[in-house]
Antibody, heavy 124, light 110 residues
């Protein structure tokens, strides 16, 4: 079955970077965009950006431009999200999610499935 | 402050029909597809509705979606205790060139 498995929880100090991985299985990794969404404790969902696993091309939410980098390793069907210059308000659960929408329609984004989430805690 | 506006809470009794609204603008809901997600406590979100009103396989037909102008709605009929969860709408925003989520609605089954 289609599955996304993320790396484990992280604790980081302010100013550090974190890199979260998301390994895909059960489908052709390069056929679907991968998105990253985060959720701060008790808060709603926030879109961070997406990567085209085939080309490596990325689009980032304006809020994260300059701080986030999304990459992939097609040999192991894994996507990565690295967030730098961490602050306390970056404490959140970070999710990867496969986009099942039409790849040629930029506005068609439906996320299924989602990874299990990775808790990143930023604390001094 | 979310680009999409949802009521923070909704409630109903078992068997009832409940509707959750999602209000946006011409740059998002009016011009693009709307999607709905269900998030049970302590779990990752799950896709409920795609392309305004389509249900993925495995989602009961008690769940339905609709869109009109700059607003969209999720309806849940025959409410059940296991429907108690947070519900989020999502859509592409042409002005922001990105996906935006509503603030979420916490559904309580009384």
């Amino acid at each position: 079955q289609v599955q996304l498995v993320q790396s484990g929880a992280e604790v980081k100090k302010p100013g550090a970077s974190v890199k979260v991985s998301c390994q895909a299985s059960g489908y052709t990794f390069t056929d679907y965009y991968m998105h990253w969404v985060r959720q701060a404790p008790g808060q709603g969902l926030e879109w961070m950006g997406r990567i085209n696993p085939n080309s490596g091309g990325t689009n980032y939410a304006q809020k994260f431009q300059g701080r986030v980098t999304m990459t992939r390793d097609t040999s192991i069907s894994t996507a990565y999200m690295e967030l730098s210059r961490l602050r306390s308000d970056d404490t959140a659960v970070y999710y990867c999610a496969r986009n099942r929408g039409d790849v040629v329609v930029v506005s068609d984004n439906w996320f299924d499935p989602w990874g299990q989430g990775t808790l990143v805690t930023v604390s001094s | 402050q979310s680009v999409l506006t949802q009521p923070p809470s909704a409630s109903g009794t078992p068997g009832q029909r409940v509707t959750i609204s999602c209000s946006g603008s011409s740059s998002n809901i009016e011009s693009n597809y709307v999607y709905w997600y269900q998030q049970l406590p302590g779990t990752a979100p799950k896709l409920l509705i795609y392309r305004n009103s389509q249900r993925p396989s495995g989602v009961p037909d008690r769940f339905s979606g609709s869109k009109s102008g700059t607003s969209a709605s999720l309806a849940i009929s025959g409410l059940r205790s296991e429907d108690e969860a947070d519900y989020y709408c999502a859509v592409w925003d042409d002005s922001l060139s990105g996906v935006v989520f509503g603030g979420g609605t916490k559904l309580t089954v009384l």
